[in-house]
């Protein structure tokens, strides 16, 4: 839990608003006692996320929604398994399902974002444009979002250099787009090539050059 919350305080310091915790490892009493923690410790401004890998089955996720509604959460990500996209419309159907919103991740991959958005099982959506069939699509999916109520966040899948700056620009072109899971280079040992819009105080400035970045990846083109 120590770590969890001083890696949090890093992230603020270094400009970040918006954090993410994952959950569902441990016991939903480890969980709550850690996401209160990282919220005691940061500013009330901060919007903290918890992500579950849909680690849950129905009944645990709805008593951790109910463990977790206090610490004041944006939303909780995949609390379910992929595959069970009735289970999550259920979950915030639920008359005893807590007000803490829900966000899908991999259920959005597994059955694409038009049949998510039709069982209305989502607050927010994230959308990861390697993962979707690339930058085009992944925008044409968080427009639909938005035009449905549903707020789309734009991450990665981990990505090198050259897929994330086209993640950078998907989410640039999203009106209004909330924090999104773009600082993820520092999680690879070595890159393709250097970032031309890395992050920096928890912001990306978005290349204006022709394409992804002007001339930032020629070094990686083959001929033939």
């Not at 105080?201 to 290349?207: E, H």
């Amino acid at each position: 839990m120590n770590a969890t919350v001083a890696a949090a305080e890093r992230a603020v310091d270094s400009g970040f608003d918006c954090l993410k915790v994952k959950v569902g490892v441990r016991g939903i009493d480890a969980d709550a006692e850690r996401l209160r923690a990282v919220r005691d410790a940061v500013e009330s401004g901060v919007s903290l996320r918890a992500d579950a890998n849909g680690a849950w089955d129905r009944e645990t996720a709805r008593e951790a929604l109910a463990r977790l509604a206090p610490v004041d959460l944006a939303y909780v990500e995949q609390p379910l398994p992929a595959g069970d996209l009735d289970g999550a419309a259920a979950l915030r159907r639920a008359d005893e399902t807590p007000d803490v919103p829900i966000a899908l991740d991999e259920s959005v991959a597994a059955h694409g974002v038009d049949a998510v958005l039709e069982a209305r099982a989502a607050d927010a959506v994230v959308l990861k444009p390697m993962a979707l069939g690339g930058p085009d699509r992944a925008l044409a999916a968080a427009l639909r979002a938005l035009a449905a109520g549903v707020e789309p966040i734009v991450t990665t899948t981990v990505d090198a250099v050259v897929a994330r700056t086209a993640a950078v620009h998907v989410a640039a072109a999203i009106p209004d787009v909330a924090p999104c899971g773009l600082a993820t280079g520092s999680l690879l040992r070595e890159d393709l090539a250097a970032d031309p819009c890395p992050v920096d105080a928890g912001r990306v400035a978005v290349p204006t050059a022709p394409g992804l970045a002007g001339g930032a990846f020629d070094d990686l083109r083959t001929d033939g």
